[in-house]
Nanobody
Framework: QVQLVESGGDSVQAGASLRLTCEFSGRSFISYSMGWFRRAPGQAREFVAGVNYNSGTILLGDAVKGRFTISRDNAKNTVYLQMSSLEPEDTAVYYC??????????????????WGQGTQVTVSS
């Protein structure tokens, strides 16, 4: 059973930066692609970023390209989401996600095998 624990969510002003962290446990970390999704109030869950097992393939959602980056540290079983130039539209609960295809991260929530509990990011103008 995979467990994902997110941290780093906060309330910030527009233009600020935040780094979210997701700690993975329970299985072999390198057997999974990892990703981040978010859900804003009243909206559908949205893909944010994904990374494959060796960081050779990185995907970013259109809304965050140029502002967010995803990275992973396989020695620490951890994946990060570095967010910069935050906008009020980035306000959401951010979820860490794992995908059993280690080579190909997916934009689809239906391909996620495990979810974290979520961490709230609030950006005020």
């Amino acid at each position: 059973q995979v467990q994902l624990v997110e941290s780093g969510g906060d309330s910030v002003q527009a233009g600020a930066s935040l780094r979210l962290t997701c700690e993975f446990s329970g299985r072999s970390f390198i057997s999974y692609s990892m990703g981040w999704f978010r859900r804003a109030p009243g909206q559908a869950r949205e893909f944010v970023a994904g990374v494959n097992y060796n960081s050779g393939t990185i995907l970013l959602g259109d809304a965050v390209k140029g502002r967010f980056t995803i990275s992973r540290d396989n020695a620490k079983n951890t994946v990060y989401l570095q967010m910069s130039s935050l906008e009020p539209e980035d306000t959401a609960v951010y979820y860490c996600a794992s995908n059993q295809d280690p080579r190909r991260p997916s934009r689809l929530a239906t391909n996620v095998d495990y979810w974290g509990q979520g961490t709230q990011v609030t950006v005020s103008s």
